[in-house]
């Protein structure tokens, strides 16, 4: 389910400190910490009005949670990422548009880049030098140079096109060892939006290229594994695949079904070692729930089927999950914020959620 159609769907429709710490290392993993020190300290965050028309972006202190609100102005469905020193705010739908800023200096950022028209930027990673960005609606990854963000060219994805013109909708970007994977969620919009084979691609960054690729599910998205063996992909059944979580090692070429997820789809997902914390939705939209998950034992531990509209699952180098909540269609009134879960115990570091200004949208650390 893309987050376009969620807007869709919605339309028709005092934080508590931390206390406690968890290992930050990561083998096997190389994190998007901004500063590039392996010790995040700060929690980016896009926000969006209830009615989508505009957006803002805040920063939330990782110690603290004191909160910056409102340091610039964002569109009505902006994202962030952060990779190799640099915070990317994109602004996708309808506004495709790619800011480069230097951690801190939100005054102006270092080049904004406009992007074609409806090319929907949904997530940007610094490899070899280049930015990559996942571009949902031109069935490409675009590629911008660092300093200017001038175009260098792009990253064929016309082999996984499905039925509809549209592309193979590339939403999630992981670096893992040195090389891009990119979770395609292939969908057939001439055909109602329904699962056409989701697929996980390899990029070499040098050779700006796939070389690599794994069929898993429907709907399918790629997620990195602080702790972990390899990457984990969460998919919607599709054939013979169940739906869930699964684990691919690309140095061993294996793709596992980790957790079955039945009908339920996930929709977020924030890993540490052998727990996690996902969200889904129910096969008819009807409900939302989180989710502790043993990786381990392969099952779900605890559910909580909730109203709340979950936008985005991030992981920060302390071994929390932050999860993006909101409104949703399910319940309007549906208290917003941003909640802040230990991952490895699976429960909740804060009593009430961490309010902005505006609903929490997106997340990522530096």
């Not at 140095?251 to 924030?270: F, R």
């Not at 909730?306 to 932050?322: F, K």
């Not at 505006?358 to 990522?364: D, M």
């Amino acid at each position: 389910m893309t987050r376009t159609l969620l807007i869709l769907l919605s339309l028709s429709l005092c934080a508590c400190p931390p206390t406690t710490g968890l290992d930050d290392s990561a083998p096997g993993v190389e994190p998007d910490t901004g500063g590039g020190s392996g010790e995040q300290t700060t929690a980016v965050v896009t926000t969006v009005a209830s009615d989508y028309a505009t957006g803002a972006f805040a920063t939330v202190d990782l110690d603290d949670w004191s909160i910056s609100d409102e340091l610039f102005v964002t569109s009505g469905d902006p994202a962030v990422s952060v990779s190799e020193g640099s915070v990317f705010q994109l602004n996708r739908f309808g506004y495709d548009a790619v800011r480069r800023y230097e951690p801190g200096a939100w005054t102006a950022p270092l080049w904004e880049v406009a992007l074609e028209d409806l090319s929907n930027p949904y997530v940007a990673r610094v490899c070899e030098g280049a930015v990559f960005v996942a571009l949902y609606d031109k069935g490409e990854v675009g590629i911008y140079d660092l300093d200017s963000g001038a175009a260098l060219g792009a990253v064929d994805l016309g082999a996984f096109f499905d039925a509809d013109s549209a592309g193979p909708e590339p939403s999630t970007l992981v670096l893992y060892q040195g090389k891009l994977y990119a979770g395609l969620e292939r969908l057939d919009r001439d055909g109602g939006w329904v699962d056409a084979g989701g697929v996980v691609v390899e990029i070499d960054c040098s050779e700006r290229a796939v070389t690599r690729s794994w069929a898993v599910g429907g709907n399918t998205a790629v997620h990195p594994w602080p702790q972990g063996n390899g990457l984990l992909v969460r998919a919607r059944a599709f054939g013979d695949d169940a739906g869930g979580l699964y684990a691919l090692d690309p140095a061993a070429d294996t793709l596992e079904l980790l957790v079955d997820m039945g009908d339920e789809q996930l929709t977020g997902l924030g890993a540490w070692g052998q727990r996690a914390v996902a969200t889904s939705l129910s096969a008819d939209f009807g409900s939302a729930s989180r989710h502790c998950l043993d990786l381990g034992a392969g099952a779900v531990s605890a559910s909580e089927i909730t109203d709340a509209y979950y936008s985005d699952v991030a992981v920060n180098d302390r071994g929390e999950a932050w999860v993006a909540t909101g409104a949703s269609w399910m319940d309007p009134g549906a208290p917003t914020g941003l909640w802040v879960y230990a991952i490895e115990t699976c429960t909740a570091r804060n009593d009430e959620p961490i309010q902005l200004s505006l609903h929490p949208w997106s997340v990522a650390f530096y």
